[in-house]
């Protein structure tokens, strides 16, 4: 199993609508609106760094209102 956090900047306002999405992908384990340089931070739980990839590149950043994202996968 792999756990991987993503880092999500949000348009501004944009924060709960893109929250409620997140979580809505196969694959996001929890979502947090947080303060900081950040707006969001996802927690994923899937079988493959492939599916990190799939799910920050593909699912996350095709979000309409995300600017960027960082992503990090735990390494314990």
Do not use: C, F, W
Not at 18 to 40: C, M, Q, S, W, Y
Not at 42 to 48: F, I, M
Request: proline content about 1%.
């Amino acid at each position: 199993m792999v756990t991987a956090y993503v880092m999500v900047k949000a348009n501004t306002g944009e924060a709960d609508r893109l929250k409620n999405a997140i979580l809505d992908i196969d694959g996001v384990d929890d979502a947090h609106i947080v303060a900081g340089d950040v707006d969001i931070i996802a927690k994923l739980r899937v079988e493959s760094p492939a599916e990190v990839k799939d799910i920050a590149a593909d699912g996350i950043q095709g979000i309409q209102g995300v600017e960027d994202t960082q992503t990090y996968i735990a390494m314990d």
